[in-house]
Protein backbone atom coordinates (compact mmCIF):
# COMPACT_ATOMS: atom_id res chain seq x y z
CA UNK A 1 0.00 0.00 0.00
CA UNK A 2 1.50 3.74 -1.22
CA UNK A 3 1.96 6.36 1.25
CA UNK A 4 2.33 9.81 0.98
CA UNK A 5 5.53 11.75 0.47
CA UNK A 6 6.93 12.42 4.27
CA UNK A 7 9.56 15.17 5.75
CA UNK A 8 10.30 15.68 8.46
CA UNK A 9 12.73 18.10 10.61
CA UNK A 10 15.63 17.87 13.17
CA UNK A 11 17.65 20.26 14.09
CA UNK A 12 20.10 19.18 16.42
CA UNK A 13 23.17 21.91 17.56
CA UNK A 14 24.16 23.41 13.87
CA UNK A 15 23.27 20.48 11.76
CA UNK A 16 19.84 20.42 10.31
CA UNK A 17 18.71 16.96 9.10
CA UNK A 18 15.97 16.84 6.59
CA UNK A 19 14.56 12.67 7.18
CA UNK A 20 12.34 11.89 3.61
CA UNK A 21 10.13 8.85 3.36
CA UNK A 22 7.19 7.46 2.12
CA UNK A 23 5.73 7.36 -1.39
CA UNK A 24 6.76 9.87 -3.91
CA UNK A 25 4.66 10.00 -6.96
CA UNK A 26 4.11 13.05 -9.81
CA UNK A 27 1.07 15.02 -9.29
CA UNK A 28 1.03 14.06 -5.19
CA UNK A 29 0.96 16.97 -3.49
CA UNK A 30 3.89 17.52 -1.35
CA UNK A 31 3.44 17.94 2.62
CA UNK A 32 4.01 20.61 4.46
CA UNK A 33 6.98 19.75 6.03
CA UNK A 34 8.45 20.46 2.30
CA UNK A 35 7.86 23.42 2.75
CA UNK A 36 9.27 24.46 5.54
CA UNK A 37 12.58 22.48 5.00
CA UNK A 38 13.29 24.76 2.07
CA UNK A 39 12.92 27.54 4.22
CA UNK A 40 14.43 26.05 7.09
CA UNK A 41 17.77 25.70 4.85
CA UNK A 42 17.52 28.77 2.99
CA UNK A 43 16.62 31.30 6.05
CA UNK A 44 17.47 28.97 9.45
CA UNK A 45 20.67 29.32 11.50
CA UNK A 46 22.82 25.96 10.40
CA UNK A 47 25.31 25.43 9.35
CA UNK A 48 25.17 21.84 7.96
CA UNK A 49 22.45 20.04 6.32
CA UNK A 50 22.08 15.86 6.13
CA UNK A 51 19.82 14.50 3.69
CA UNK A 52 18.64 10.62 4.04
CA UNK A 53 16.00 8.55 3.70
CA UNK A 54 13.37 6.63 6.76
CA UNK A 55 11.17 3.71 5.36
CA UNK A 56 11.48 5.60 1.20
CA UNK A 57 9.00 3.33 -0.70
CA UNK A 58 8.10 4.16 -4.28
CA UNK A 59 9.64 7.43 -5.89
CA UNK A 60 9.76 8.81 -9.07
CA UNK A 61 11.53 12.66 -10.40
CA UNK A 62 9.40 14.07 -8.31
CA UNK A 63 11.48 13.13 -5.26
CA UNK A 64 14.84 14.10 -7.28
CA UNK A 65 13.63 17.64 -8.22
CA UNK A 66 12.52 17.99 -4.35
CA UNK A 67 16.34 16.99 -3.15
CA UNK A 68 18.01 19.20 -5.83
CA UNK A 69 16.06 22.14 -4.52
CA UNK A 70 17.76 21.04 -1.20
CA UNK A 71 20.85 21.35 -2.27
CA UNK A 72 20.98 24.16 -4.28
CA UNK A 73 19.46 26.24 -1.68
CA UNK A 74 22.57 24.61 0.67
CA UNK A 75 24.95 25.66 -1.71
CA UNK A 76 23.59 29.19 -1.85
CA UNK A 77 24.52 29.61 1.91
CA UNK A 78 27.75 27.63 1.69
CA UNK A 79 26.67 24.98 4.54
CA UNK A 80 28.40 21.68 4.67
CA UNK A 81 26.20 18.98 2.87
CA UNK A 82 26.07 15.39 3.43
CA UNK A 83 23.62 12.51 1.69
CA UNK A 84 22.86 9.60 3.22
CA UNK A 85 20.29 8.42 -0.17
CA UNK A 86 20.36 4.84 -1.64
CA UNK A 87 23.06 4.20 -4.27
CA UNK A 88 20.69 5.05 -7.02
CA UNK A 89 19.01 8.36 -6.14
CA UNK A 90 22.36 9.84 -4.91
CA UNK A 91 24.39 8.50 -8.43
CA UNK A 92 21.37 11.37 -10.04
CA UNK A 93 21.83 14.16 -7.24
CA UNK A 94 25.56 13.38 -8.53
CA UNK A 95 25.08 13.45 -12.30
CA UNK A 96 22.16 16.47 -11.84
CA UNK A 97 24.99 18.86 -10.59
CA UNK A 98 27.81 17.12 -12.24
CA UNK A 99 27.82 19.80 -14.90
CA UNK A 100 26.78 23.45 -14.14
CA UNK A 101 24.05 25.45 -15.83
CA UNK A 102 25.27 27.19 -18.78
CA UNK A 103 24.77 31.09 -18.81
CA UNK A 104 21.69 31.84 -20.78
CA UNK A 105 20.50 28.23 -21.61
CA UNK A 106 17.54 28.90 -19.53
CA UNK A 107 14.31 31.12 -20.74
CA UNK A 108 14.01 34.52 -19.72
CA UNK A 109 11.26 36.63 -19.66
CA UNK A 110 12.27 40.60 -20.79
CA UNK A 111 10.39 43.12 -18.74
CA UNK A 112 10.59 45.96 -21.52
CA UNK A 113 8.55 48.12 -22.45
CA UNK A 114 8.15 49.57 -26.17
CA UNK A 115 10.25 52.27 -26.27
CA UNK A 116 13.10 50.18 -25.27
CA UNK A 117 12.40 47.77 -27.72
CA UNK A 118 12.80 50.32 -30.34
CA UNK A 119 15.48 51.68 -29.03
CA UNK A 120 17.30 48.56 -29.38
CA UNK A 121 16.05 47.88 -32.95
CA UNK A 122 17.31 51.49 -33.82
CA UNK A 123 20.79 51.05 -32.07
CA UNK A 124 21.08 47.67 -33.73
CA UNK A 125 20.44 49.33 -36.90
CA UNK A 126 23.53 50.46 -38.27
CA UNK A 127 25.28 47.31 -37.70
CA UNK A 128 22.47 45.54 -39.73
CA UNK A 129 22.99 47.58 -42.41
CA UNK A 130 26.86 47.25 -42.45
CA UNK A 131 26.53 43.12 -43.04
CA UNK A 132 24.02 43.66 -45.87
CA UNK A 133 26.14 45.71 -47.55
CA UNK A 134 29.33 43.23 -47.11
CA UNK A 135 27.39 40.81 -48.66
CA UNK A 136 26.34 42.29 -51.22
CA UNK A 137 29.60 43.49 -51.96
CA UNK A 138 30.54 39.69 -51.86
CA UNK A 139 27.92 39.43 -54.40
CA UNK A 140 29.36 42.09 -56.40
CA UNK A 141 32.51 40.74 -56.57
CA UNK A 142 30.95 37.11 -56.90
CA UNK A 143 29.29 38.55 -60.33
CA UNK A 144 32.52 40.53 -61.45
CA UNK A 145 34.57 37.19 -61.44
CA UNK A 146 31.65 35.37 -63.07
CA UNK A 147 31.88 38.05 -65.60
CA UNK A 148 35.72 37.28 -66.14
CA UNK A 149 35.90 33.20 -66.28
CA UNK A 150 37.16 33.07 -62.45
CA UNK A 151 33.83 32.33 -60.82
CA UNK A 152 33.68 29.02 -58.89
CA UNK A 153 30.31 28.45 -59.89
CA UNK A 154 28.56 25.29 -61.69
CA UNK A 155 26.81 25.60 -64.68
CA UNK A 156 24.70 22.68 -63.62
CA UNK A 157 23.92 24.70 -60.45
CA UNK A 158 22.55 27.71 -62.66
CA UNK A 159 20.37 25.51 -64.95
CA UNK A 160 18.88 23.43 -61.94
CA UNK A 161 17.73 26.73 -59.91
CA UNK A 162 16.52 28.25 -63.23
CA UNK A 163 14.53 24.72 -63.58
CA UNK A 164 13.41 25.31 -59.88
CA UNK A 165 12.57 29.05 -59.95
CA UNK A 166 10.93 28.62 -63.67
CA UNK A 167 9.52 25.57 -65.03
CA UNK A 168 8.63 24.20 -61.33
CA UNK A 169 6.82 27.75 -60.56
CA UNK A 170 4.31 27.87 -63.38
CA UNK A 171 1.16 26.40 -62.03
CA UNK A 172 0.80 28.42 -59.02
CA UNK A 173 2.10 31.66 -61.76
CA UNK A 174 -0.74 30.53 -63.60
CA UNK A 175 -3.58 30.31 -61.52
CA UNK A 176 -2.48 33.84 -59.65
CA UNK A 177 -2.23 35.53 -62.32
CA UNK A 178 -5.67 34.02 -64.47
CA UNK A 179 -7.57 35.09 -61.33
CA UNK A 180 -6.05 38.43 -60.98
CA UNK A 181 -7.03 39.04 -64.55
CA UNK A 182 -10.09 37.96 -63.68
CA UNK A 183 -10.49 40.18 -60.76
CA UNK A 184 -9.06 42.97 -63.14
CA UNK A 185 -12.10 43.08 -65.16
CA UNK A 186 -14.97 42.40 -62.67
CA UNK A 187 -13.71 45.57 -60.82
CA UNK A 188 -13.71 47.56 -63.91
CA UNK A 189 -16.29 46.24 -65.50
CA UNK A 190 -18.55 47.52 -62.29
CA UNK A 191 -18.06 51.08 -62.68
CA UNK A 192 -17.76 50.83 -67.43
CA UNK A 193 -20.70 49.41 -67.62
CA UNK A 194 -22.57 52.09 -66.32
CA UNK A 195 -21.26 54.57 -68.97
CA UNK A 196 -21.95 51.95 -71.56
CA UNK A 197 -17.96 51.73 -72.02
CA UNK A 198 -16.80 48.18 -70.93
CA UNK A 199 -14.58 48.26 -74.04
CA UNK A 200 -12.56 49.70 -71.80
CA UNK A 201 -11.90 46.90 -69.57
CA UNK A 202 -9.32 45.42 -71.99
CA UNK A 203 -6.90 48.88 -71.66
CA UNK A 204 -7.78 48.29 -67.89
CA UNK A 205 -6.41 45.05 -67.45
CA UNK A 206 -3.98 44.91 -70.55
CA UNK A 207 -1.92 47.76 -68.61
CA UNK A 208 -2.21 46.85 -65.35
CA UNK A 209 -1.20 43.18 -66.18
CA UNK A 210 2.03 44.48 -67.80
CA UNK A 211 2.89 48.18 -66.16
CA UNK A 212 2.78 47.15 -62.90
CA UNK A 213 0.40 44.05 -61.27
CA UNK A 214 1.91 41.06 -63.48
CA UNK A 215 5.16 42.12 -62.14
CA UNK A 216 4.35 42.34 -58.33
CA UNK A 217 2.31 39.49 -58.28
CA UNK A 218 5.21 36.65 -59.43
CA UNK A 219 7.63 38.95 -57.24
CA UNK A 220 4.96 38.44 -53.99
CA UNK A 221 4.77 34.28 -55.01
CA UNK A 222 7.84 33.79 -56.04
CA UNK A 223 9.16 35.17 -52.50
CA UNK A 224 6.93 32.94 -50.85
CA UNK A 225 7.85 30.28 -52.83
CA UNK A 226 11.40 30.51 -54.04
CA UNK A 227 12.94 33.52 -51.20
CA UNK A 228 11.78 31.38 -48.91
CA UNK A 229 13.08 27.72 -50.22
CA UNK A 230 16.70 29.56 -50.75
CA UNK A 231 16.30 30.62 -47.31
CA UNK A 232 15.89 27.20 -45.51
CA UNK A 233 18.30 25.21 -47.89
CA UNK A 234 21.14 27.72 -47.17
CA UNK A 235 20.26 28.08 -43.40
CA UNK A 236 20.27 23.83 -43.21
CA UNK A 237 23.50 23.65 -45.10
CA UNK A 238 24.92 26.52 -42.27
CA UNK A 239 23.31 24.23 -39.37
CA UNK A 240 25.18 21.20 -40.72
CA UNK A 241 27.98 23.24 -41.17
CA UNK A 242 28.87 22.41 -44.99
CA UNK A 243 28.84 26.10 -45.56
CA UNK A 244 32.01 25.81 -43.28
CA UNK A 245 33.35 22.66 -45.02
CA UNK A 246 32.92 24.74 -48.33
CA UNK A 247 35.14 28.18 -46.99
CA UNK A 248 37.53 24.90 -45.70
CA UNK A 249 38.27 23.54 -49.40
CA UNK A 250 38.65 26.96 -50.59
CA UNK A 251 34.98 27.21 -52.51
CA UNK A 252 33.59 30.45 -52.15
CA UNK A 253 30.10 29.86 -50.19
CA UNK A 254 28.75 33.35 -52.09
CA UNK A 255 30.39 31.83 -55.77
CA UNK A 256 28.55 28.43 -55.02
CA UNK A 257 25.66 29.12 -53.44
CA UNK A 258 24.38 32.72 -53.71
CA UNK A 259 25.34 33.41 -57.31
CA UNK A 260 23.62 30.91 -59.44
CA UNK A 261 20.59 31.31 -57.21
CA UNK A 262 20.48 35.10 -57.86
CA UNK A 263 21.21 35.08 -61.25
CA UNK A 264 18.22 32.48 -61.74
CA UNK A 265 15.63 34.22 -59.91
CA UNK A 266 17.36 37.41 -62.33
CA UNK A 267 16.90 35.76 -65.36
CA UNK A 268 13.53 33.78 -64.45
CA UNK A 269 11.18 36.37 -63.18
CA UNK A 270 11.15 38.78 -66.28
CA UNK A 271 10.53 35.25 -68.35
CA UNK A 272 7.64 34.76 -65.27
CA UNK A 273 6.12 37.98 -65.31
CA UNK A 274 5.54 37.81 -69.38
CA UNK A 275 4.03 34.77 -68.92
CA UNK A 276 2.02 36.22 -66.09
CA UNK A 277 0.80 39.33 -68.25
CA UNK A 278 -0.49 36.65 -70.56
CA UNK A 279 -2.52 34.92 -68.12
CA UNK A 280 -3.81 38.10 -66.58
CA UNK A 281 -5.01 39.36 -70.40
CA UNK A 282 -6.78 35.87 -71.05
CA UNK A 283 -8.61 36.42 -67.40
CA UNK A 284 -9.65 39.69 -68.78
CA UNK A 285 -10.62 38.32 -71.92
CA UNK A 286 -12.85 35.39 -70.55
CA UNK A 287 -14.83 37.99 -68.64
CA UNK A 288 -14.95 40.40 -71.60
CA UNK A 289 -16.51 37.85 -74.23
CA UNK A 290 -18.65 35.68 -71.44
CA UNK A 291 -19.83 38.95 -69.42
CA UNK A 292 -19.61 42.22 -71.00
CA UNK A 293 -21.04 40.88 -74.12
CA UNK A 294 -17.95 41.76 -76.31
CA UNK A 295 -16.41 39.59 -79.21
CA UNK A 296 -13.56 37.57 -79.13
CA UNK A 297 -11.87 39.69 -81.99
CA UNK A 298 -12.94 42.98 -80.70
CA UNK A 299 -11.51 42.12 -77.18
CA UNK A 300 -8.06 42.02 -78.44
CA UNK A 301 -8.13 44.90 -80.84
CA UNK A 302 -9.12 47.04 -78.08
CA UNK A 303 -5.83 45.36 -75.87
CA UNK A 304 -3.48 45.92 -78.66
CA UNK A 305 -4.53 48.99 -79.68
CA UNK A 306 -4.72 50.57 -75.75
CA UNK A 307 -2.32 48.59 -74.49
CA UNK A 308 1.81 49.90 -75.99
CA UNK A 309 4.96 48.70 -76.10
CA UNK A 310 6.30 50.79 -73.38
CA UNK A 311 4.49 49.34 -70.55
CA UNK A 312 5.41 45.96 -71.07
CA UNK A 313 8.83 47.37 -70.66
CA UNK A 314 8.51 48.75 -67.95
CA UNK A 315 6.93 46.03 -66.13
CA UNK A 316 10.26 43.86 -67.08
CA UNK A 317 12.04 46.85 -65.15
CA UNK A 318 10.03 45.95 -62.34
CA UNK A 319 10.35 42.53 -62.47
CA UNK A 320 14.00 42.64 -63.05
CA UNK A 321 14.57 44.75 -59.44
CA UNK A 322 12.44 41.64 -57.76
CA UNK A 323 14.41 39.38 -58.95
CA UNK A 324 17.02 40.90 -56.93
CA UNK A 325 15.59 41.53 -54.04
CA UNK A 326 14.21 38.43 -53.39
CA UNK A 327 17.34 36.75 -53.89
CA UNK A 328 19.12 38.94 -51.99
CA UNK A 329 16.83 38.26 -49.26
CA UNK A 330 16.43 34.62 -49.13
CA UNK A 331 20.14 33.83 -49.53
CA UNK A 332 21.30 36.66 -46.97
CA UNK A 333 18.90 35.12 -44.51
CA UNK A 334 20.55 31.70 -45.19
CA UNK A 335 24.07 32.25 -45.19
CA UNK A 336 23.36 34.83 -41.64
CA UNK A 337 21.21 31.96 -40.39
CA UNK A 338 21.85 30.86 -37.03
CA UNK A 339 22.85 27.17 -35.78
CA UNK A 340 19.55 25.48 -34.52
CA UNK A 341 16.54 24.24 -36.14
CA UNK A 342 14.96 27.26 -35.05
CA UNK A 343 17.30 29.73 -36.35
CA UNK A 344 16.20 28.15 -39.77
CA UNK A 345 12.65 28.51 -39.69
CA UNK A 346 13.24 32.58 -38.06
CA UNK A 347 15.51 33.30 -41.13
CA UNK A 348 12.84 31.42 -43.65
CA UNK A 349 10.25 33.75 -41.98
CA UNK A 350 12.63 36.75 -42.15
CA UNK A 351 13.50 35.75 -46.00
CA UNK A 352 9.45 36.28 -47.15
CA UNK A 353 8.69 39.43 -44.93
CA UNK A 354 11.61 41.21 -46.15
CA UNK A 355 11.29 40.09 -49.72
CA UNK A 356 7.74 41.32 -50.43
CA UNK A 357 8.69 44.47 -48.05
CA UNK A 358 11.10 45.26 -50.76
CA UNK A 359 9.08 44.07 -53.65
CA UNK A 360 6.22 46.95 -51.85
CA UNK A 361 8.84 49.66 -51.91
CA UNK A 362 10.80 48.84 -54.76
CA UNK A 363 7.11 49.32 -56.69
CA UNK A 364 6.64 52.47 -54.91
CA UNK A 365 9.80 53.77 -55.24
CA UNK A 366 10.23 52.56 -59.65
CA UNK A 367 6.47 54.44 -59.41
CA UNK A 368 7.19 57.69 -58.42
CA UNK A 369 10.12 57.99 -61.16
CA UNK A 370 8.18 56.69 -63.97
CA UNK A 371 5.54 59.49 -63.07
CA UNK A 372 8.59 61.95 -62.75
CA UNK A 373 10.49 61.02 -66.15
CA UNK A 374 6.78 60.66 -67.54
CA UNK A 375 6.86 56.90 -69.36
Known amino acids: ???????????????????IGGSWKMGTPLPSQAR????????????????RCEALAAWDSSLLVFLMQLVRAAQERDLDIRRELPHGLERLVQLAFAVPAKQGASRTVRQQGIVADLGTAVLALPGKLGEFAAFVGDVTLALLRFL?????????????????????????ISLTSLLFGLILAFVGAVQLTQFGA??????????????????VMVGVVMSGRVGASFAALIGTMQVNEE?????TLGISPIDFLVLPRMLA??????????YADLMGILGGFFVGVAMLDLSALEYLNATVRMVSFSHGIIGLS????????????????????????????????TAVVHGIVGIIVATAIITVLCNVLKV
Do not use: N, W
Open 265 to 274: LTLMVPLLTV
Open 243 to 247: VDALS
Open 148 to 172: TGRSQMRRQDLLTAMYECGVLSLPI
Open 36 to 51: EALAAVRTGGARGLLL
Open 198 to 215: QIYVAGLVGIGMLRVMGA
Open 318 to 349: YAVVFGVIIALSGCYQGIRCGRSAQAVGKATT
Open 1 to 19: METSPQVSILHRGDLLTVS
